[in-house]
Each structure stands twice: as structure tokens, then as C-alpha cells.
């Protein structure tokens, strides 16, 4: 691997690394003061609240953004030609899928307070996706600073302006509402700087350019979407069918495991523009720098899994509780999960940068649907434990199709 870009790519998980350590920090010392001040049920409307409006977020892209990412890293002097109907688009779809909504937030068996902190949430959540554009731009360009710098800022809010609102209110929508008002400054950051990279910055409301774009991009948009599916089903089901106890205890447990899931974003985050411009540039370069992080995280996911098992009771007692009990043979059956998870990222990014987003969204549709199906059957005879184990055997699944079609390609 040549030297510079061994550097840069130190240089930008240097960055990620530092602002995802203290950003975990931060954001689960949040969970941790939440769960003990409002208890299971609490967190489980928290997470409710969240998980749903990220759910309802499917339209919110249609794969342009990371088809444009992708673009760009390839070649920057694509940057000025697809950024005004890239933007243009963006903006109109995250009004469209707001209005959803709000559409289909009325209709939900959930308190009104609930409904009116889920449309709140929806309305932040515009601004989030517009910046996402920006951030796009960042990482095309392999320069991630800007970004955990804004990520930071936020957490710091989230952690001391949301923590004085929760412990002395004692009260979920005071704190949502705190929590909105970091994710906006988070992503005016993120736009202000994104604007560094831009020599111009216009619109374009042109639907036939739209079209074009989409044929090229939907792929990633199925792939968003099965994510979605993937990773908010298990929640949303659970608080759904189970109610907002069971989903209390089963987001403490994999709030854990989440802690560990930065890892991978950081090697995915900043490795994949390089994976896409060495695919045309340098493939044996390619080679070492997938073969190399696959050996790392599969290791470390090996490593995060043994611990999690073995240290599961401490953990849950000291980070939410003994309230929290319930959650270890919950967080024990995840931590089976975490090799799959640190892998499936590594394998998709991969797959994306090298242009087979067709194969990756094949993989991505049959076990989100598999995710779906295992959710309702075993939530309904075993709760949140049923949801755990549909999270192993989903990823489980979607490792083996994507280990397989990935080292064949890797060898060719």
C-alpha cells in the first residue's frame, strides 16, 4: 500500500476515531443518566421516537446521495456538474418524506405528546438529510475532520445541556427537545463546512436529470432502504407489539453493543473513497487494503463478542442498573452478533466502491425480509430476546452470502 495513502488514511481514522471515543462517551452517558432517571419504559419511548422517524427516512435519499459520493471521489471534477440536481433533489425529498410522516404519524397507537415529539423529530430530521450532501462532498474529498468535529459539538450539547434538562425535569419531551436543538446546530456545521469544497453552489429542479440519476443510483437506495429495515425493525416491532418495557430492555443491551460498532464506521468511513478511486487506479493496491481490514475486524469482532458474553452482568449492573437485569441474557445473544456486524460493513462498502451495488442489494433485500419475519415470529413467543436472536441469525446469514461473493471477487 503506498505510503501517502497509508497516512491519509491513518490521518482521517485519527480524526473519526477521536470524535467517535468521545462521542460514545458522551452519547451513552446520556443513555445511561435517561435510563435511571425514567427507567425501562422511558427508554423505550426514547428509542421509539427515533428508531421510528429513521425507519420512515426510506425516501429520504433514493441512493443519490452515495452515488454521488461515490462519483466524485472518483473524479472531482464531477463535483460542479452533479451538485445542483443532486442538491436540488435532496431538497424535495426530504419535504416529501417529512410529509409521510407526519401522514402516518397521526395514525399511531401512541400517546399524542409522543406524536407531536415524532413530527418535532421528522422536521430536524430534513435538515439532516439535505447536510448529508454536504458531508458527501467531505469524504469524496477523504477529509473527515470537519465531520467529527461537528459530531463532537453535538455530542458535548447533547451530554451537558440535555443532561441538566433530564435530571432536573425529569421528563422525556423537554430532553427530545434539547436533542433536536444540537442535531440542527450539528448540521449547519456540517453544511458551512461542507461549503468549503465548493467553488459554486446552485440548484436544479429538472425531474428528467432526476430520472438519470436514479437509474444509476437505486441500487444504493434498495440497499439504504434494507438497512433501514435491518437495523429499525427490531425496535419499532418490539415497541409495537411488546410494548415500551420490552423495548427498553432490549435497546440497554444493544446500546452496548452499539458501543462497539464505531469501529467499522471508522474503517468504512475511511476506507471506502479510497476503495473506489484504487478500483480504477491501482487494483493490487485494492487487494491489500480490503484483505488488511478484514483481517482487523474480523479479530476485534471475534474479541468484542467474548467480552461482551463474559462480561455482560457487570456491564448492564454498572452502565443502567439493577432495574436493568432483564437486558444480560438479551446483550449475551448479541454479542454473537458483533463478528457479522463488523464484517457485513467492510463487505457492502467493498461491493459498493467496486460497482456490484446490484449483488450487495440482492444480499441486503433477502435478509432484511428474513430480518422481518424472524422479528415478528420470535417477538411474539419470546420478546426481546426473540429480537436478539433475529438480529444473529440475520447478520449470520448475510455474512456467509457476502464473505462468499466478495473472496471470489477479491481472488479474480
Given at each position: 500500500m503506498?505510503?501517502?495513502?497509508?497516512?491519509?488514511?491513518?490521518?482521517?481514522?485519527?480524526?473519526?476515531f477521536g470524535a467517535e471515543v468521545i462521542s460514545k462517551i458522551l452519547a451513552y452517558g446520556i443513555i445511561v443518566l435517561l435510563s435511571r432517571t425514567l427507567g425501562p419504559e422511558g427508554l423505550g419511548q426514547y428509542s421509539f421516537i427515533f428508531y421510528y422517524v429513521g425507519?420512515?427516512?426510506?425516501?429520504s435519499d433514493l441512493g443519490v446521495g452515495f452515488y454521488f459520493m461515490r462519483e466524485v471521489a472518483r473524479d472531482k471534477e464531477k463535483l460542479p456538474e452533479l451538485l445542483p440536481d443532486v442538491l436540488g433533489f435532496k431538497i424535495v425529498l426530504a419535504v416529501i418524506n417529512f410529509l409521510i410522516i407526519v401522514g402516518l404519524t397521526i395514525f399511531l397507537p401512541k400517546p399524542e405528546w409522543m406524536?407531536?415529539?415524532?413530527?418535532?423529530?421528522?422536521?430536524?430530521?430534513?435538515l439532516t438529510w439535505i447536510a448529508g450532501i454536504f458531508v458527501n462532498i467531505m469524504y469524496a474529498h477523504e477529509v473527515t475532520k470537519y465531520d467529527a468535529?461537528?459530531?463532537?459539538?453535538?455530542r458535548f450539547w447533547a451530554f451537558f445541556v440535555g443532561g441538566v434538562v433530564i435530571y432536573t425535569l425529569k421528563s422525556l419531551s423537554p430532553f427530545v427537545i434539547a436533542l433536536l436543538g444540537g442535531y440542527v446546530m450539528r448540521e449547519s456545521l456540517r453544511i458551512i463546512w461542507g461549503l468549503h469544497?465548493?467553488?459554486?453552489?446552485?440548484?436544479?429542479?429538472?425531474?428528467?436529470?432526476?430520472?438519470?440519476?436514479?437509474?444509476?443510483?437505486?441500487?444504493?437506495?434498495?440497499?439504504?432502504?434494507?438497512?433501514?429495515?435491518?437495523?429499525?425493525?427490531?425496535?419499532?416491532?418490539?415497541?409495537?407489539?411488546?410494548?415500551?418495557?420490552?423495548?427498553g430492555i432490549y435497546r440497554a443491551a444493544y446500546t452496548l453493543?452499539?458501543?462497539?460498532?464505531?469501529?467499522?464506521?471508522?474503517?468504512?468511513?475511511?476506507?471506502m473513497p479510497s476503495m473506489a478511486?484504487?478500483?480504477?487506479?491501482?487494483?493490487?493496491?485494492?487487494?491489500?487494503?480490503?484483505?488488511?481490514?478484514?483481517?482487523?475486524?474480523?479479530l476485534m469482532g471475534i474479541g468484542g463478542t467474548t467480552g461482551y458474553y463474559v462480561f455482560s452482568k457487570m456491564g448492564i449492573i454498572i452502565v443502567f442498573g439493577k432495574t436493568f437485569l432483564p437486558s444480560i441474557p438479551i446483550l449475551r445473544i448479541l454479542a454473537f452478533a458483533l463478528p457479522f456486524m463488523f464484517l457485513n460493513s467492510l463487505l457492502g462498502s467493498y461491493m459498493n466502491a467496486i460497482g456490484r451495488e446490484l449483488t450487495f442489494t440482492k444480499i441486503t433485500g433477502f435478509t432484511a425480509v428474513l430480518n422481518i419475519a424472524l422479528n415478528y415470529l420470535l417477538i411474539i413467543q419470546y420478546g426481546a430476546i426473540g429480537a436478539a436472536m433475529a438480529t444473529v441469525v440475520s447478520q449470520g446469514v448475510a455474512s456467509v452470502l457476502n464473505i462468499y461473493l466478495n473472496l471470489n471477487n477479491v481472488r479474480r
Open positions: 503506498p505510503e501517502t495513502l497509508k497516512l491519509r488514511l491513518i490521518k482521517n481514522a485519527g480524526w473519526l425507519l420512515l427516512g426510506i425516501f406524536k407531536v415529539l415524532i413530527v418535532l423529530a421528522g422536521a430536524e430530521a430534513m468535529i461537528a459530531k463532537t459539538i453535538e469544497f465548493i467553488n459554486k453552489i446552485s440548484l436544479r429542479f429538472d425531474p428528467v436529470t432526476w430520472r438519470k440519476l436514479l437509474k444509476k443510483s437505486y441500487p444504493f437506495w434498495l440497499i439504504g432502504l434494507f438497512t433501514l429495515i435491518y437495523y429499525r425493525t427490531d425496535m419499532v416491532m418490539l415497541s409495537l407489539l411488546k410494548g415500551d418495557y420490552e423495548t453493543i452499539e458501543v462497539s460498532l464505531f469501529i467499522p464506521s471508522i474503517v468504512v468511513s475511511t476506507t478511486r484504487l478500483w480504477k487506479e491501482d487494483r493490487e493496491t485494492l487487494r491489500v487494503l480490503f484483505k488488511k481490514s478484514f483481517q482487523i475486524l474480523s
